[in-house]
């Protein structure tokens, strides 16, 4: 095997994980093929969090397996992350074509399997999560040269009734701080001027290590690093957004006012069944705590849409959190069964059709108000990272702090600078304006 490519689905973690797969396979002498069809190992890195995301992983395995058949190349057939997880020894026993099976928590072993696999022609498997993941430094191949993702801490310990994640990801473990910041400097060393750092719950970071640094704090180490211009994370429960992490990000100047904070829906009833520990008016106050601590703070969320037992009146409070928060974004799915997990025995599991429609109804309402968040943003001077040429030509793109898109005309060799922006006009999905100097 000289040659990979990967396919990833699924989350932010995943894209990452792909990243470091890349990393490790690179540092063993394997070079990356651009398509599945020209790679002698093709790495399926997937995801379960809902049923289509599963469906998609099999019809492109499928599409794999033909093709392994048909050419007797003999490419090797890897699969990563949470399906593996959750499937493990079963992936080969119902799918032949399957060669290799690495759960995310045991990928430093990549390399190790890749040999196992060069030595013998028995199929490897690797999910018993390696307890010391969270300790190892492990390469990463990334390719965007100025914004990274890098991940502070794995796994999740909240149990969410719909959610397979801890059963997949295990309990949460914090990367040490020191091994973060070094990952951060050298990403400055690099050029990178953007991280976006990443764990299912970041504001519980540093629960039951050694180390007490909190987030808060971890945040304030990252500040100190030149080079980098900006620091986002992904993704924080209601729950734990502590008055310290507020504050962070209104005082920290890197630290940019952009929150993701999943409300999953707006009833105390359904919140409780989904067993979130926040009510909507909690959930309320730390949004009014966050505009005004941190002032233009940009607030996105998911919500999930028919969870078991969710009334019409249920359904309306999610829309009348909807209208009250005015979120610059949301994610909404419909829900979805799980294996293993407590909603499954949670009584009044709605039809497709109800559930449909009231995803329908929520993704109506939030396209008016995405449109009319940008909307209010025509007239005011937003600070952009440059990122480069738009593909609509003639123009340069970037993002707000708020993590917006903007076009605007300009050279081409500000990629990388911070530059001011007076917006002009706003789309659904993009701001346009004028460079100011
Ligand atoms: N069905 C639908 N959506 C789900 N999510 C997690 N589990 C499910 C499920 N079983 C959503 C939640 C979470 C996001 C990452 O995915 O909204 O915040
Ligand atoms: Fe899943 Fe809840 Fe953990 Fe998020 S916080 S990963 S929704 S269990």
């Not at 060669?99 to 072993?109: E, F, K, T, W, Y």
């Not at 013998?120 to 100025?146: F, I, N, S």
Request: hydrophobic share 35%; proline share 4%; with cysteine.
């Amino acid at each position: 095997m000289k040659s990979y490519h990967i396919i990833t689905f699924g989350c932010q973690m995943n894209e990452h994980d792909s990243e470091r797969m890349a990393g490790i396979l690179e540092a063993k002498g394997l070079v990356p093929a651009a398509h599945a069809e020209d790679a002698e190992m093709v790495i399926l890195n997937t995801c379960s969090i809902r049923e289509k995301a599963e469906q998609k992983f099999y019809s492109e395995l499928g599409r794999l397996s033909h093709l392994k058949g048909r050419d007797g190349r003999g490419i090797t057939i890897a699969v990563a992350g949470c399906i593996a997880q959750q499937e493990g020894k079963r992936l080969l026993s119902r799918t032949p074509s399957v060669d290799l099976v690495v759960g995310p928590s045991d990928i430093a072993r990549l390399s190790d399997m890749v040999t196992a696999r060069r030595e013998r022609t028995k199929p490897v498997v690797e999910t018993g999560g390696d307890p010391e993941y969270h300790q190892k430094v492990v390469p990463a191949v990334r390719t965007d040269g100025l914004k990274a993702w890098v991940s502070i801490m794995y796994g999740c310990d909240n149990f969410c009734a719909y959610c397979v994640v801890p059963y997949l990801r295990g309990r949460e473990r914090s990367r040490p701080p020191r091994d973060i910041v070094a990952e951060v400097r050298s990403l400055a060393e690099q050029g990178y001027r953007e991280v976006t750092l990443l764990g299912q719950n970041v504001n519980s970071y540093g629960k039951g290590s050694a180390d007490p640094t909190t987030f808060p704090e971890l945040l304030g180490l990252l500040q100190d690093i030149d080079g980098i211009h900006r620091i986002r994370f992904v993704t924080s429960h209601p729950r734990d957004l502590s008055d310290e992490l507020v504050h962070a990000i209104g005082d920290l100047p890197k630290v940019c006012e952009a929150v993701h904070l999943p409300v999953q829906s707006g009833s105390d009833r359904v919140l409780a069944a989904m067993n979130r520990n926040y009510t909507a008016a909690e959930y309320r106050d730390k949004v009014r705590k966050l505009r005004v601590i941190a002032p233009g703070v940009a607030i996105t969320t998911d919500i999930i849409a028919g969870f078991p037992g969710e009334t019409d009146d249920d359904a309306e409070q999610t829309l009348q959190l909807l209208r009250d928060v005015e979120y610059d974004n949301i994610f909404a799915f419909k829900y979805s069964k799980r294996p293993g997990t407590k909603a499954l025995d949670i009584p009044g599991h709605l039809s497709d059709q109800v559930k449909e429609d009231r995803l329908a109804q929520i993704l109506r309402l939030q396209r008016d108000i995405t449109l009319r968040k940008n909307i209010q943003l025509v007239g005011s001077l937003q600070e952009v990272l440059v990122e480069g040429a738009s593909k609509k030509g003639g123009t340069l793109t970037g993002r707000t702090r708020g993590n917006k898109a903007v076009n605007f005309a300009g050279a081409g060799d500000l990629r990388g600078l911070l530059v001011t922006v007076r917006i002009q006009s706003a789309g659904q999905n993009s701001l346009t304006g004028e460079l100011c100097e």
